[in-house]
């Protein structure tokens, strides 16, 4: 465990926005020997909106003393403003699963980040529908496992990868050409984040950059989401764009597209990582 961060949390709220939250939370934690050192907040209208926080503070011996502080935290505060809320322990290393199929580009920037400590998590796994990324999945010392998709199987192969996925709390779709089971979703409800060649829901399908060559499109870009049975519906974490010209070809799109794409979903990851997302129905507040 770090020592910099064993007495470190977040905690995110929603609620209905109403007088003295900030009062409230900040009031709390100071009474309980807190420290906040991040405090983020929005409200939708400038009254009788919805409100939302994220609050990271340090506090002494807080892994002994996290117990009480919940109880606490939902009798005199969260129960009086009716809050959705959940606090994060800095040193509760999230682990993360992802899913990839042949093209590279996504995974190996979010391996590479972590290699560098850039993503604060523990990746146990990669799983694929193809051997091809063997080799550089274990080149990085993470497992590589590999299980089939077709239509004959699918709901056993995903039964399979549930099993083996186990245990994290995150899972990324490093370009994973497979339409997810629906109840496999289910069962990871907003814990799958998925990385979108496009804008959503532009050139959906097959060819994504033949088919904005073919439009002569003059941005391309990326979108990060999480996932939901309805395909490509999912609310959106982080999204960005680049300018291209008339005279770009196929490959100097999808080389430039894939740019935006392993950036756009590494961030998205990291964000999650650090607790920064808020989902509210189909959109979601991010904390940077």
Same mark, same amino acid.
């Given at each position: 465990?770090?020592?910099?961060?064993?007495?470190?949390?977040?905690?995110?709220?929603?609620?209905?926005?109403?007088?003295?939250?900030?009062?409230?939370?900040?009031?709390?934690?100071?009474?309980?020997?807190?420290?906040?050192?991040?405090?983020?907040?929005?409200?939708?209208?400038?009254?009788?909106?919805?409100?939302?926080?994220?609050?990271?503070?340090?506090?002494?011996?807080?892994?002994?003393?996290?117990?009480?502080?919940?109880?606490?935290?939902?009798?005199?505060?969260?129960?009086?403003?009716?809050?959705?809320?959940?606090?994060?322990?800095? !040193?509760?290393?999230?682990?993360?699963?992802?899913?990839? !199929?042949?093209?590279?580009?996504?995974?190996?920037?979010?391996?590479?980040?972590? !290699?560098?400590?850039?993503?604060?998590?523990?990746?146990?796994?990669?799983?694929?529908?193809?051997?091809?990324?063997?080799?550089?999945?274990?080149?990085?010392?993470?497992?590589?496992?590999?299980?089939?998709?077709?239509?004959?199987?699918?709901?056993?192969?995903?039964?399979?990868?549930?099993?083996?996925?186990?245990?994290?709390?995150?899972?990324?779709?490093? #370009?994973?050409?497979?339409?997810?089971?629906?109840?496999?979703? #289910?069962?990871?409800?907003?814990?799958?984040?998925?990385?979108?060649?496009?804008?959503?829901?532009?050139?959906?399908?097959?060819?994504?950059?033949?088919?904005?060559?073919?439009?002569?499109?003059?941005?391309?870009?990326?979108?990060?989401?999480?996932?939901?049975?309805?395909?490509?519906?999912?609310?959106?974490?982080?999204?960005?764009?680049?300018?291209?010209?008339?005279?770009?070809?196929?490959?100097?799109?999808?080389?430039?597209?894939?740019?935006?794409?392993?950036?756009?979903?590494?961030?998205?990851?990291?964000?999650?990582?650090?607790?920064?997302?808020?989902?509210?129905?189909?959109?979601?507040?991010?904390?940077?």
């Amino acid at each position: 465990m770090n020592m910099s961060t064993a007495n470190t949390a977040r905690l995110l709220i929603t609620c209905e926005d109403k007088p003295g939250i900030v009062q409230a939370v900040s009031s709390f934690l100071y009474h309980h020997g807190a420290n906040i050192t991040a405090l983020d907040q929005y409200a939708t209208e400038a009254q009788g909106g919805r409100y939302f926080m994220r609050v990271e503070f340090e506090l002494d011996s807080l892994q002994s003393r996290k117990d009480n502080l919940l109880q606490t935290f939902e009798n005199n505060v969260a129960a009086r403003y009716a809050m959705h809320w959940r606090l994060a322990l800095v !040193s509760d290393v999230k682990k993360v699963g992802i899913l990839v !199929s042949k093209v590279d580009h996504a995974l190996l920037e979010l391996l590479w980040r972590h !290699s560098r400590g850039g993503l604060p998590c523990e990746i146990t796994k990669v799983v694929s529908n193809h051997e091809t990324l063997r080799e550089a999945v274990e080149n990085f010392g993470i497992p590589f496992e590999v299980v089939p998709v077709t239509k004959e199987n699918k709901r056993e192969a995903y039964a399979q990868i549930d099993n083996m996925m186990q245990g994290n709390d995150l899972l990324v779709l490093a #370009r994973y050409m497979q339409i997810l089971d629906e109840e496999f979703v #289910r069962k990871w409800e907003m814990k799958i984040i998925n990385i979108h060649h496009s804008f959503l829901p532009a050139f959906v399908g097959a060819n994504p950059y033949k088919q904005a060559h073919e439009k002569g499109v003059k941005l391309i870009g990326a979108t990060a989401h999480y996932v939901t049975a309805e395909l490509d519906q999912g609310p959106i974490i982080e999204q960005d764009v680049e300018r291209v010209s008339h005279d770009f070809t196929v490959e100097q799109l999808r080389e430039l597209g894939q740019d935006v794409e392993r950036n756009v979903l590494a961030r998205a990851v990291k964000w999650h990582l650090e607790d920064r997302i808020i989902v509210d129905g189909n959109k979601t507040v991010v904390f940077q």
